[in-house]
């Protein structure tokens, strides 16, 4: 059977005045996969991020949304307050939100175990009554990919989640992405390529030009081969 495509690029550019971010962009992202993007700093693998997310708009070409698509994005940078009294469970739960403002409106059965549901698939459980001023860094990340698993989104959209997580802590994040492939599909940019290539099902190689592989394998040849990094 064949994979369904989530998001279709058309020759996609994307350009900051003069200067070319993304050019020429054509690839899918296919339903229920993980797609790893891999490439230099200032290659373009953030702007890519965002035209995928919509945060962006293409100045040429065309990005195509399968109907009813929705997608969370987590920045690299995301910001919490610390001093703001919040807890995992209640950070979780936020992701449960209907985009339609509701003033007032509680929290219902299902939200509560869709944002329960989350916190376990991150290994969290336990957490829920934790302030997030108390979590060390690689538990923050968690708990808020977390908060993106408990939307109502199709697309999951990370912009290096390993960044600044200590080798045994990134791996941990590794293996827990890899199985929640079946739950959503996952998009993720990285600079650690033998890790994030082993768990992808497919590999983007963004430097300007954006490369699809036909496998993750292939990509991580051609990186020996002399495809600078």
Do not use: W
Not at 10 to 33: D, I, P
Not at 95 to 121: C, D, M, N, W
Not at 146 to 154: G, I, L, M, T
Not at 187 to 211: F, G, Q, W
């Amino acid at each position: 059977m064949k994979d369904s495509a989530e998001i279709i690029f058309n020759n996609v550019r994307f350009c900051y005045g003069e200067v070319c971010a993304v050019n020429g962009a054509t690839f899918s992202l296919l339903e229920k996969k993980m797609t790893v993007l891999i490439g230099p700093n200032g290659g373009g693998k953030s702007t890519l991020i965002k035209l995928i997310a919509g945060l962006l708009r293409p100045e040429e070409g065309s990005i195509v949304f399968h109907k009813g698509l929705e997608v969370e994005y987590m920045p690299q940078d995301f910001l919490f307050d610390m001093s703001f009294p919040l807890t995992v469970g209640e950070l979780v739960l936020q992701g449960t939100l209907s985009k339609k403002v509701r003033p007032f409106s509680r929290y219902s059965h299902r939200q509560k175990k869709k944002a329960q549901e989350a916190i376990l698939l991150l290994g969290l459980n336990g957490f829920e009554h934790r302030s997030i001023s108390q979590l060390s860094g690689g538990q923050l990340k968690r708990a808020a990919i977390a908060r993106a698993f408990a939307s109502e989104a199709n697309v999951i959209v990370l912009d290096e989640p390993d960044a600044s997580l200590d080798v045994e802590v990134a791996r941990e994040l590794y293996e827990i992405l890899n199985s929640l492939k079946a739950e959503k599909t996952i998009v993720m940019s990285s600079h650690n390529i033998d890790e994030t290539l082993h768990i992808a099902d497919v590999a983007i190689y963004v430097n300007k030009i954006v490369s699809e592989y036909a496998s993750p394998s292939m990509l991580k040849d051609a990186l020996k081969g002399g495809v600078s990094l």
